[in-house]
């Protein structure tokens, strides 16, 4: 199954499957992405990032893709357990309102549910 | 286990009472900050401290009240809030501000669950 994140913000995929989560980011100076993953009723938790001089970055068990020219990134898990039901959320570092300074700015987030 | 410590983890508060909330990191980080995010929707940022001052204020209404006392403490105090400031309240910090490529992750604390009534 593919998420199209932010029209279809629900993801459910059947344990040992692989996943992919996808995000759109508007803002093509932003030059930092991460991938974050909150559990209910806990904090976001780091799982990878990727620099805009790179367009593909693995992990264990998962890799992101980034394609500046169309401003997508996504996320793959792969054989994906139980354990990583959660919300996913990309990031992006972008500059702030005031142009001065960068902060990293959510997307709106993919609920992955995996079924045993 | 998150290295950020957030405190407390629920707080229940009227529209007429002042509370704070508290954030440590013993991770010598020097850049803190605080999100607000309601219920399935993303962390949105509210303040950024860098070396234990103020570097980022997101319009913020002037009923929270952010204070560093020092770079391992992070503080938001509350005053006069309505209904919907309820949220959870996210502390994390970082070893530097992020800035361009030169950047690092976010770690992020458990959070405090704010309910005004």
Redesign the interface.
């Given at each position: 199954g593919e998420s199209v994140g932010l029209h279809l913000p629900t993801l459910s995929v059947q344990e040992g499957d692989n996943s992919i989560i996808n995000c759109a980011y508007s803002n093509s100076a932003s030059?930092?992405f991460?991938w974050?993953k909150q559990e209910s009723?806990?904090?976001?938790?780091?799982i990878i990032?990727i620099?805009?001089?790179m367009d593909k970055r693995q992990g264990q068990r998962v890799t992101v893709l980034l394609n500046k020219t169309v401003k997508h990134l996504s996320l793959q898990i792969a054989a994906t357990q139980p354990g990583d039901s959660a919300v996913y959320?990309c990031a992006e570092?972008r500059k702030?309102s005031g142009g001065s300074?960068?902060?990293?700015?959510?997307?709106?987030?993919t609920l992955l549910t995996v079924n045993p | 286990d998150t290295e950020v410590t957030q405190t407390p983890k629920h707080l229940v508060m009227g529209m007429t009472n002042k509370k704070s909330l508290k954030c440590e990191q013993h991770m010598g980080h020097r850049a803190m900050y605080w999100y607000k995010q309601k219920a399935k929707k993303p962390p949105e940022l509210m303040f950024v401290y860098s070396y234990e001052k103020l570097s980022i204020n997101e319009s913020v209404p002037s009923r929270f009240s952010p204070e560093c006392p020092n770079s391992s403490l992070l503080n938001l105090h509350l005053h006069a809030l309505q209904p919907e400031d309820s949220a959870l309240y996210l502390c994390a910090s970082s070893p530097h501000i992020v800035r361009g490529a030169n950047t690092g992750e976010l770690f992020f604390g458990e959070g405090s669950r704010l309910t005004v009534l």
């Open positions: 030059d930092y991460i974050y009723g806990k904090g976001p938790q780091f990032d620099r805009s001089n959320f570092n702030n300074n960068y902060k990293l700015t959510f997307g709106k987030g | -």
